[in-house]
């Protein structure tokens, strides 16, 4: 299940369960995002993105969706293995994209149990 | 080199010390920036070196943060009279221009401690 941890929301799935990993993002105008994995002692790393001319764009295991309605993005992923735990980020930006602009979530820890 | 190389790993420091933090971008990226990532919050942009313009210093939470990039290449950031709010991972990337697609490769960054 989810819950709020002392300092990052935390997701715990079992091995082998799809995970749903979700995000709100706060601007309207934001049109391209990034999910990014972070692993204990190591820095983040991209792992899918996608603009706001898409709802969903599929990578290895991974799904992304996009709810500009709402301002909500997903990520899934398929069939989770112990290699998933991490702190995932979602990242927003807008177009003409300036690096330095994007906006990171706090985000979420998933946890994978045997 | 194959990646961004960041060190110190790990830092503990005594209030009011100075320190320094040093990052070492993948060979031909333009583009470095230097986050902040405290425990349970999102990456705080810092500041940005793009080529050889001037850094944009709008992130830096206060005068006692400064940067700088030699050569185009390793960056330094320091942190003058250290305080207990400035523990935090410090994170560094870099990216091949400001308009790459692929996001940016960050190092694994130098967790600071003042105590």
């Known amino acids: 299940g989810e819950s709020v941890g002392l300092h990052l929301p935390t997701l715990s799935v079992q091995e082998g369960d799809n995970s749903i990993i979700n995000c709100a993002y706060s601007?309207?105008?934001?049109?391209?995002f990034i999910w990014y994995k972070q692993e204990s002692g190591k820095g983040p790393q991209f792992i899918i993105d996608?603009?706001?001319?898409?709802d969903k764009r599929q990578g290895q295991r991974v799904t992304v969706l996009l709810n500009k309605t709402v301002k909500h993005l997903s990520l899934q992923i398929a069939a989770t293995q112990p290699g998933d735990s991490a702190v995932y980020f979602c990242?927003?930006?807008?177009?003409?994209?300036?690096?330095?602009?994007?906006?990171f979530g706090p985000g979420t820890r998933l946890s994978v149990l045997p | 080199g194959a990646g961004v190389s960041q060190s110190p790993s790990n830092k503990v420091t005594e209030k009011g010390k100075d320190v320094e933090l040093r990052c070492d971008p993948i060979?031909?990226?333009?583009?470095l920036y230097w986050y902040r990532q405290s425990l349970g919050q999102g990456l705080e942009f810092l500041i940005y070196?793009?080529?050889?313009?001037?850094?944009?210093k709008s992130g830096l939470p206060s005068d006692r943060f400064s940067a700088e990039r030699t050569g185009g290449s390793v960056s330094t950031l320091t942190i003058q009279r250290t305080q207990q709010e400035d523990s935090a991972v410090y994170l560094c990337?870099?990216?091949?221009?400001?308009?790459?697609?692929?996001?940016?490769?960050f190092g694994s960054g130098t967790r600071l401690t003042v105590v």
């Open positions: 990337a870099s990216s091949l221009d400001y308009q790459g697609e692929s996001g940016y490769t």
């Open positions: 601007n309207s105008a934001s049109d391209y």
């Open positions: 996608i603009r706001s001319n898409m």
């Open positions: 990242a927003e930006n807008q177009t003409p994209r300036v690096d330095k602009n994007f906006v």
């Open positions: 060979s031909g990226h333009t583009a």
């Open positions: 070196f793009q080529g050889n313009s001037a850094p944009d």
